[in-house]
Antibody, heavy 116, light 107 residues
Framework: EVQVVESGGVLIQPGGSLRLSCAAS????????MSWVRQAPGKGLEWVSV???????YYADSVKGRFTVSRDDSKNTLYLQIDSLRAEDTGVYYC????????????WGQGTLVTV | DIQMTQSPSSLSASVGDRVTITCRAS??????LAWYQQKPGKAPKLLFY???RLQTGVPSRFSGSGSGTDYIFTISSLQPEDFATYYC?????????FGGGTKVEIK
């Protein structure tokens, strides 16, 4: 069964840093295009970043230079490092699988809440 | 970036009603459009891809259509479990972008 579980969301002061994790099971993160999508409280969905299966990374302009996506194949886990946090970064962060980019986001985790 | 405009932003309907949501792209997206359902406190779930192709396991009361810049999502007979917010998403061009969502409330 495909499953992704996000963790690492916290209440944090502006300017701080944190790392979100997305632990996968039922598939290998290295075989998928893995995206992060966020949702501010009461708002819609905003794509944030993607990590290609080959290792390339892309980011939304709103987070470029502050967010870094990576993965640890041995732990089958995707990460999102967030630096220089701002109030507008507050929201639920989801990781989602895809077979390409740009593409549909096929399977999503339950999300982790970041409050700045 | 391609802007996606959904309407209405919310609607209230009775069980058994036909519900229609529209999504307009700021440029043609060649049916590279997906629809998602999100229930409160839950992750989004992919319902459609390619504008009209139903994801496995999605009930047939849901349908999608459209081309170019204009797309339609329909629930033919609304069920209580369809209470949710629905989002469209274009994947024609990077970055992928979402519509603002349509909240469907049951009368």
């Amino acid at each position: 069964e495909v499953q992704v579980v996000e963790s690492g969301g916290v209440l944090i002061q502006p300017g701080g840093s944190l790392r979100l994790s997305c632990a996968a099971s039922g598939f290998s993160v290295r075989d998928k295009y893995m995206s992060w999508v966020r949702q501010a409280p009461g708002k819609g969905l905003e794509w944030v970043s993607v990590l290609y299966s080959a290792g390339s990374t892309y980011y939304a302009d709103s987070v470029k230079g502050r967010f870094t996506v990576s993965r640890d194949d041995s732990k089958n886990t995707l990460y999102l490092q967030i630096d220089s946090l701002r109030a507008e970064d507050t929201g639920v962060y989801y990781c989602a699988t895809a077979t390409g980019y740009p593409s549909t986001l096929d399977f999503w985790g339950q999300g982790t809440l970041v409050t700045v | 970036d391609i802007q996606m405009t959904q309407s209405p932003s919310s609607l209230s309907a009775s069980v058994g009603d036909r519900v229609t949501i529209t999504c307009r792209a700021s440029q043609g997206i060649s049916e590279s459009l997906a629809w998602y359902q999100q229930k409160p406190g839950k992750a989004p779930k992919l319902l459609f891809y390619g504008a009209s192709r139903l994801q496995t396991g999605v009930p047939s009361r849901f349908s999608g259509s459209g081309s170019g810049t204009d797309y339609i999502f329909t629930i033919s007979s609304l069920q209580p479990e369809d209470f949710a917010t629905y989002y469209c998403q274009q994947y024609y061009r990077s970055p992928v972008t979402f519509g603002g969502g349509t909240k469907v409330e049951i009368k």
